[in-house]
């Protein structure tokens, strides 16, 4: 891998620009490319968390995901940045993609680790996940002690979430979305509802923490339902 | 709450300096009054990850944790501290509590939490954790896609841990210290050995990223096994 490229895979955390970490800021201000996913047709998320750190000559390669359903179109996207990536890791340059939250915890960067890590030098910088922010939104304990958490995709059936749900001290519920009303009255039949948090666009100006039984009932995407099931964690 | 000083409950990351966020460096720089916690008779990792940072005329508030079964005594300890920071606060001083990884993710901040928030106003900085350290020192994904993330303490007897690594797509082991040797044979028992991972001080200069067959028979305090069970999550 001598004179090649590194490729950064850089979480940019929650949303806020102060809740990226040092070393995050700094690979960026002295990025000379930075590559990132975004929603087609719109803004990339991860890049507006840092949009004031980029360099003004900065090399920038986008990837525009397209939201729709099957994987085919958006691994279509994923080749073609993967393959744009390569040429300048090839010819030295090292590439820093962004991506929100922590890049290893339900991140879209593994799609690119797939299709480079074996070609080149790879370092991952965490980031803070909205798991955490979506927490400290609320000022409540995630998970303490000796306690199991369970992290579930809210598009599990309620049969398969019960279960898991049962099974563990604390939950968290991602990918909500139109999932919300359903995963409400869910908690609600398994008495739950009460303990149950909900929280939108953590760390950010327009965040919403709510008691699940307020949230509204279309939720955006980034958003999440925490639970602890234990009794008061904080003794 | 008027004319009184602002709690903060502050994540300094996995322990590279660098992995803090900006949020939290400025307000450790800011800082007239800070706390950690510390092993009895030893350092404060918490507080050695952002020396750099402190004040030189910095208030410290020093709360030595005894490392001996039983909660009583480490509860007097927080009952100290508590009452230490709670007279910085009435006098209008803020005052930054200092927790390693992230105060709301089996942080000992909740102790002091559960004191004081009902009197203060508190603010919870959320930092990077050592979980997804501890993946980005593998270069592997923690969990993707729709996959169910269960966090386990290795201090759970085997029939709980079988049930809930069973139940799961990927796993965190977290507080395995002692409990190494047998948890290395209960993921040979179950199979899982082979794509079991093992990371000590993930993010500090003596990290240790192995697969779990090469791990040391005695983990230290900060070390973790990850385990991802589902097919190669890189497609």
Redesign the interface.
């Known amino acids: 891998m001598a004179g090649k490229g590194i490729l950064y895979g850089l ?1 940019t ?2 949303g ?8 995050a ?2 690979l960026i201000e002295e990025a000379s490319v930075i590559a990132y996913p975004s929603a087609e047709g719109g803004d990339s998320f991860a890049r507006s968390i840092i949009a004031e750190a980029i360099a003004p000559d900065v090399i920038e390669i986008e990837m525009p995901v397209p939201m729709v359903s099957g994987r085919a179109p958006a691994q279509a996207i994923y080749d073609e940045g993967a393959s744009a990536i390569r040429s300048h890791l090839e010819d030295g340059r090292d590439v820093v993609v962004l991506c929100e939250g ?6 879209s960067f ?2 690119l ?2 299709r480079l ?1 074996d070609d080149f030098e ?1 370092q ?6 909205s798991m ?2 979506c ?2 939104a609320h ?15 809210g ?2 059936d309620d049969d398969a979430l019960t ?2 749900i049962h ?2 001290d604390a939950v968290v519920i991602m ?1 909500i979305g139109r999932h919300l009303g359903r995963l409400r009255d869910l908690l609600m039949r398994l008495g739950l509802a009460e303990q149950a948090l909900y929280v939108s666009h953590a ?1 950010l100006p327009h965040e919403k923490a709510l008691p699940l039984s307020q949230a509204p009932d279309q939720a955006p995407y980034f958003s999440m339902i925490l639970l602890y099931k234990g009794n008061d ?3």
């Open positions: 979480g955390g929650p806020d620009p102060e809740l990226v970490t040092r070393k800021w700094r922590d890049p290893l915890f339900y991140g593994m799609y680790l797939a890590r790879t991952i910088i965490p980031g803070v996940t955490t922010a927490a400290a000022n409540h304990a995630l998970v303490a002690r000796s306690d199991v958490l369970t992290v579930l995709p598009t599990l279960a898991r099974d563990t990918k760390s964690p904080w003794i």
